[in-house]
Protein backbone atom coordinates (compact mmCIF):
# COMPACT_ATOMS: atom_id res chain seq x y z
CA UNK A 1 0.00 0.00 0.00
CA UNK A 2 1.41 3.09 -0.94
CA UNK A 3 1.32 6.69 1.43
CA UNK A 4 -1.21 8.66 -0.50
CA UNK A 5 -3.64 5.13 0.29
CA UNK A 6 -2.86 5.09 3.96
CA UNK A 7 -3.18 8.73 4.11
CA UNK A 8 -6.52 8.36 3.32
CA UNK A 9 -7.14 5.34 5.01
CA UNK A 10 -5.98 7.14 8.43
CA UNK A 11 -8.33 9.95 7.26
CA UNK A 12 -11.41 7.91 7.07
CA UNK A 13 -10.53 6.07 10.45
CA UNK A 14 -9.96 9.05 12.32
CA UNK A 15 -13.73 10.26 10.94
CA UNK A 16 -15.21 7.09 11.80
CA UNK A 17 -13.55 7.51 15.42
CA UNK A 18 -14.61 11.14 15.17
CA UNK A 19 -18.05 10.11 15.02
CA UNK A 20 -18.22 7.68 17.02
CA UNK A 21 -17.03 9.41 20.02
CA UNK A 22 -19.16 12.63 19.21
CA UNK A 23 -22.15 9.22 19.28
CA UNK A 24 -20.94 8.64 22.89
CA UNK A 25 -20.64 12.18 23.99
CA UNK A 26 -24.52 13.07 22.82
CA UNK A 27 -25.14 9.46 24.03
CA UNK A 28 -24.41 9.88 27.54
CA UNK A 29 -27.10 13.14 27.69
CA UNK A 30 -29.76 11.25 28.67
CA UNK A 31 -28.58 9.31 31.05
CA UNK A 32 -26.73 12.39 32.95
CA UNK A 33 -29.54 14.91 32.36
CA UNK A 34 -31.52 11.75 34.28
CA UNK A 35 -29.59 10.89 37.39
CA UNK A 36 -28.80 14.63 37.60
CA UNK A 37 -24.81 14.42 36.99
CA UNK A 38 -23.58 18.17 36.96
CA UNK A 39 -20.42 16.93 37.02
CA UNK A 40 -20.38 15.13 33.75
CA UNK A 41 -22.22 17.87 32.47
CA UNK A 42 -19.32 20.21 33.76
CA UNK A 43 -17.12 17.89 32.46
CA UNK A 44 -18.59 17.93 28.48
CA UNK A 45 -18.56 21.92 28.12
CA UNK A 46 -16.26 24.23 27.35
CA UNK A 47 -15.93 26.68 30.18
CA UNK A 48 -18.03 29.76 27.83
CA UNK A 49 -20.37 26.93 26.49
CA UNK A 50 -23.47 28.39 25.84
CA UNK A 51 -26.73 25.71 26.54
CA UNK A 52 -29.44 27.74 24.39
CA UNK A 53 -33.66 26.59 24.80
CA UNK A 54 -34.73 29.27 22.50
CA UNK A 55 -36.81 31.87 23.13
CA UNK A 56 -39.97 30.50 25.66
CA UNK A 57 -37.00 28.81 27.85
CA UNK A 58 -34.54 30.08 30.13
CA UNK A 59 -30.89 29.10 28.62
CA UNK A 60 -27.09 29.03 30.40
CA UNK A 61 -23.50 30.57 29.81
CA UNK A 62 -20.50 28.87 30.75
CA UNK A 63 -20.24 25.04 32.22
CA UNK A 64 -20.77 25.34 35.58
CA UNK A 65 -23.90 27.37 34.93
CA UNK A 66 -25.04 24.89 32.14
CA UNK A 67 -24.32 22.18 34.54
CA UNK A 68 -26.47 23.97 37.30
CA UNK A 69 -29.93 23.17 35.18
CA UNK A 70 -29.78 19.73 36.13
CA UNK A 71 -29.16 21.03 39.65
CA UNK A 72 -32.20 22.29 40.31
CA UNK A 73 -34.80 21.47 42.86
CA UNK A 74 -37.35 21.05 39.94
CA UNK A 75 -35.18 19.24 37.30
CA UNK A 76 -34.99 16.67 40.19
CA UNK A 77 -38.45 16.68 41.07
CA UNK A 78 -39.15 16.12 37.30
CA UNK A 79 -36.85 12.89 37.58
CA UNK A 80 -38.54 11.53 40.91
CA UNK A 81 -41.75 11.97 38.86
CA UNK A 82 -39.92 10.07 35.86
CA UNK A 83 -38.27 11.50 34.03
CA UNK A 84 -36.41 10.42 30.49
CA UNK A 85 -34.46 12.27 27.74
CA UNK A 86 -34.56 10.17 24.65
CA UNK A 87 -32.15 11.15 21.49
CA UNK A 88 -32.49 10.28 18.02
CA UNK A 89 -30.20 9.24 16.31
CA UNK A 90 -27.51 12.37 15.26
CA UNK A 91 -26.41 13.73 11.85
CA UNK A 92 -22.78 14.09 12.53
CA UNK A 93 -20.54 16.20 10.51
CA UNK A 94 -17.12 16.61 10.85
CA UNK A 95 -15.23 19.77 10.30
CA UNK A 96 -11.61 19.02 11.42
CA UNK A 97 -11.66 19.97 15.15
CA UNK A 98 -15.07 21.28 14.88
CA UNK A 99 -18.18 19.07 14.07
CA UNK A 100 -21.92 19.77 13.94
CA UNK A 101 -24.83 16.94 15.19
CA UNK A 102 -28.66 17.69 14.53
CA UNK A 103 -30.89 15.36 16.20
CA UNK A 104 -34.14 14.88 18.00
CA UNK A 105 -34.62 14.82 21.78
CA UNK A 106 -38.11 13.50 23.14
CA UNK A 107 -39.03 14.30 26.81
CA UNK A 108 -40.92 11.53 28.33
CA UNK A 109 -42.47 11.30 31.84
CA UNK A 110 -44.94 8.59 33.93
CA UNK A 111 -47.56 9.87 33.58
CA UNK A 112 -49.24 9.91 37.07
CA UNK A 113 -52.65 11.44 35.80
CA UNK A 114 -53.40 7.83 34.04
CA UNK A 115 -55.29 4.72 34.73
CA UNK A 116 -52.72 1.95 35.20
CA UNK A 117 -52.86 -0.36 32.28
CA UNK A 118 -51.59 -3.90 31.43
CA UNK A 119 -49.96 -5.23 28.80
CA UNK A 120 -49.47 -8.89 28.55
CA UNK A 121 -46.18 -10.04 29.41
CA UNK A 122 -45.09 -6.94 30.17
CA UNK A 123 -46.99 -6.00 33.58
CA UNK A 124 -49.13 -2.96 34.99
CA UNK A 125 -48.05 1.02 34.00
CA UNK A 126 -49.79 4.30 34.16
CA UNK A 127 -48.14 4.62 30.77
CA UNK A 128 -46.03 7.80 29.69
CA UNK A 129 -46.40 10.80 28.22
CA UNK A 130 -44.28 12.54 25.61
CA UNK A 131 -43.97 16.23 27.29
CA UNK A 132 -42.14 17.97 24.54
CA UNK A 133 -39.91 16.97 21.22
CA UNK A 134 -37.07 19.50 20.23
CA UNK A 135 -34.54 19.53 17.73
CA UNK A 136 -30.61 19.92 18.97
CA UNK A 137 -27.93 21.50 17.62
CA UNK A 138 -24.96 20.57 19.09
CA UNK A 139 -21.86 22.87 18.05
CA UNK A 140 -18.85 20.45 19.35
CA UNK A 141 -14.87 21.11 19.24
CA UNK A 142 -12.23 18.93 19.54
CA UNK A 143 -10.16 20.17 22.33
CA UNK A 144 -7.17 18.43 23.98
CA UNK A 145 -8.10 15.57 22.19
CA UNK A 146 -11.58 14.88 23.30
CA UNK A 147 -14.54 16.67 21.50
CA UNK A 148 -16.03 19.10 23.81
CA UNK A 149 -19.82 20.62 23.71
CA UNK A 150 -19.47 24.55 22.73
CA UNK A 151 -22.97 25.09 22.38
CA UNK A 152 -26.51 23.42 22.40
CA UNK A 153 -29.61 24.99 21.15
CA UNK A 154 -32.45 22.91 21.51
CA UNK A 155 -36.04 24.63 19.73
CA UNK A 156 -39.27 22.75 20.25
CA UNK A 157 -41.02 21.09 17.56
CA UNK A 158 -44.14 23.37 17.18
CA UNK A 159 -44.18 24.41 13.53
CA UNK A 160 -42.12 27.42 13.86
CA UNK A 161 -38.99 28.75 11.51
CA UNK A 162 -36.93 28.34 14.20
CA UNK A 163 -36.82 24.47 14.58
CA UNK A 164 -36.94 24.01 10.91
CA UNK A 165 -33.93 25.84 10.19
CA UNK A 166 -31.91 24.09 12.38
CA UNK A 167 -32.93 20.59 10.35
CA UNK A 168 -32.71 22.42 7.06
CA UNK A 169 -29.06 23.38 8.31
CA UNK A 170 -28.26 19.79 8.93
CA UNK A 171 -29.30 19.06 5.70
CA UNK A 172 -27.07 21.46 4.07
CA UNK A 173 -23.64 20.42 5.73
CA UNK A 174 -24.56 16.97 4.04
CA UNK A 175 -21.70 15.88 1.43
CA UNK A 176 -22.86 16.37 -2.18
CA UNK A 177 -21.18 13.06 -3.14
CA UNK A 178 -21.68 10.09 -1.93
CA UNK A 179 -19.25 8.30 0.54
CA UNK A 180 -17.51 5.19 -0.53
Known amino acids: ?????????DNRLR?????????????????????GAAGYTR???LEDGVFDR???LDGAKGAADIAAFIQRPEH????????AHFVGLPLVHLHGDTATATSYLLIVHLDHAASPRELPNHGTSLGYRIHRAVVNRWELVRQAGRWMIA???LLPVDGSDG???LLERALA???????R
Open 173 to 179: ELPTAPV
Open 76 to 83: HEAIQAGL
Open 163 to 165: HQQ
Open 54 to 56: GPT
Open 1 to 9: MNSVNLLEL
Open 43 to 45: SVY
Open 15 to 35: AIEDKLAIHDLLAAHPPSADT
Open 151 to 153: KRT
